[in-house]
């Protein structure tokens, strides 16, 4: 299969309707459907079911979605740290991605040790909202990450562990829920004024909350102060909160792993200092 045909058919499957994929990739609607079309024969497998309604994905459709995906980031992963090796002074650099607002304590610890150490490269610290960060890995823009299991889609990445912790509820300071000495998942999740985030649909398995979007911790946590809403995070999250708000262990919840993790082909020096130096930490 080329490149080409896989990104038409990922479109294709995303938008659920080849007019909108058409126009979506820049392109006339009818060669988009013979290229789909070509692309059934090929594999001798229907692709999608058409339906009045639009394009629903097949058994086959949906395995060819899931592996395309990935064919098409490592693809978009080579073009990206070619093009970054053979930048002036720019080669040794490692791209280093984490959630914004998380493990903070863990990463300064990281990179001052690493920076300690003999020929240290430059790290690059790229912080984006939750889901993110698997997704930069698998496509190159990152080149280690600090992920967090359950949370995080680590399928395909070699990873060491950093870290095991418990997970608490961070509460307005005051609120009754603040005065008690454990809740647990179910609990947390029914509190009536207090409703937990709605985590972006990306890469992973977030649970899934009646407030608002989760763009980043800060806003987030902001509305939790304002009594607007309420969070699970992390037991590390504690050593970062402000005055105003409170933490009541999770006593049911999974314990969240922090690892580090970075794809299985690199050879990057670098990438192998700083996976060597989280390991001995």
């Not at 903070?104 to 610290?125: C, N, R, T």
Request: charged share 25%; proline share 7%; with cysteine.
């Amino acid at each position: 299969m080329e490149t080409r045909e896989l990104r038409y058919f990922v479109t294709v499957a995303e938008e659920s309707h080849v007019g909108r994929a058409a126009e979506r990739l820049g392109i006339a609607q009818p060669p988009l459907s013979r290229a789909i079309a070509q692309l059934e024969r090929r594999l001798g497998a229907d692709l999608f079911v058409r339906t009045p309604r639009g394009m629903a994905l097949t058994s086959a459709g949906e395995t060819l979605l899931r592996e395309g995906r990935v064919a098409l980031a490592a693809v978009e992963a080579a073009e990206r740290r070619t093009r970054r090796t053979a930048e002036p002074d720019r080669g040794s650099r490692v791209v280093l991605t984490a959630k914004a607002g998380a493990s903070d304590e863990l990463m300064a610890k990281l990179l001052d040790a690493y920076a300690a150490e003999p020929g240290a490269v430059e790290v690059e610290v790229v912080l984006s909202p939750p889901g993110h960060q698997a997704l930069m890995l698998r496509d190159g823009r990152a080149d280690v990450a600090i992920l967090h299991r359950p949370f995080d889609d680590l399928s395909g990445f070699d990873c060491d562990v950093l870290a095991v912790e418990s997970q608490v509820l961070v509460v307005p300071a005051g609120h009754e829920t603040s005065h008690r000495t454990s809740t647990t998942v179910a609990e947390a999740s029914s509190i009536p004024d207090l409703p937990l985030p709605r985590w972006p649909e990306l890469d992973g398995s977030y649970p899934a909350g009646d407030g608002p979007e989760l763009r980043d911790l800060t806003q987030i946590l902001q509305l939790v102060r304002l009594g607007r809403a309420a969070i699970v995070l992390p037991e590390s999250a504690r050593a970062n909160l402000r005055e105003g708000l409170a933490v009541v262990p999770v006593s049911d919840a999974e314990a969240v792993t922090t690892v580090i993790a970075w794809p299985p082909h690199s050879t990057s020096p670098g990438v192998a200092a700083l996976v060597r130096t989280a390991g001995r930490l």
